[in-house]
C-alpha cells in the first residue's frame, strides 16, 4: 500500500492505498455518468477522489476506503485520483484512521521529469490544502 503523500500523476492503474472520506460534494451527471468529487486523507496527506455511478451513493464521510489498482491523472483539468476502469473501491472500515490535511495532492502543480518524459515530478505547489473543499478545523 503507498501512502497518499507519494502518489504521482500516470496513465496507469497501478495505485494501491487506504484512506478515510472526509467530505463530499454535489452529485451531479459527466455525460450520462453520474459522478461526485469528493475529499479523502491518510496520514500523509489528502487528495480528490472522483466517485462514479454507485460509488457517490454508497460511500459517505467517515468511510474507510481501500482503492486497489487506481489511477491518479487528469479528469476534465482536475488532478484526481480514482478507481478507473480496472480498479476497485471497497468500505473497509469506518471512522477510525488518522489522517492529515495537508498537503493536498490534487493542489500541486506537475511537470514531466527532464530525465523520463514518461514521468512527473512536483514542479510547484497551487495550494498546500484543498480549494474545493474547506479544511475542517
Not at 53 to 73: A, K, Q, V
Not at 78 to 100: S, T
Not at 105 to 116: C, H, L, R
Amino acid at each position: 500500500m503507498i501512502s497518499l503523500k507519494d502518489i504521482v500523476p500516470a496513465a496507469t492503474n497501478t495505485i494501491s492505498t487506504q484512506f478515510i472520506l472526509l467530505d463530499k460534494g454535489n452529485i451531479g451527471q459527466d455525460g450520462k455518468e453520474t459522478t461526485c468529487l469528493a475529499l479523502v486523507a491518510d496520514e500523509s496527506a489528502s487528495v480528490h477522489f472522483q466517485l462514479w455511478g454507485d460509488e457517490c451513493h454508497f460511500f459517505e464521510p467517515g468511510d474507510i476506503i481501500r482503492l486497489t489498482n487506481g489511477i491518479f491523472s487528469y479528469h476534465r483539468s482536475n488532478l484526481v485520483l480514482r478507481a478507473g476502469k480496472k480498479g476497485r473501491a471497497e468500505k473497509v472500515g469506518e471512522f477510525n484512521m488518522l489522517f492529515v490535511e495537508t498537503p493536498n495532492m490534487s493542489e500541486i502543480k506537475w511537470a514531466n521529469d527532464p530525465t523520463n518524459p514518461r514521468k512527473f515530478v512536483k514542479e510547484a505547489v497551487l495550494s498546500s490544502h484543498s480549494r474545493i473543499f474547506p479544511t475542517l478545523l
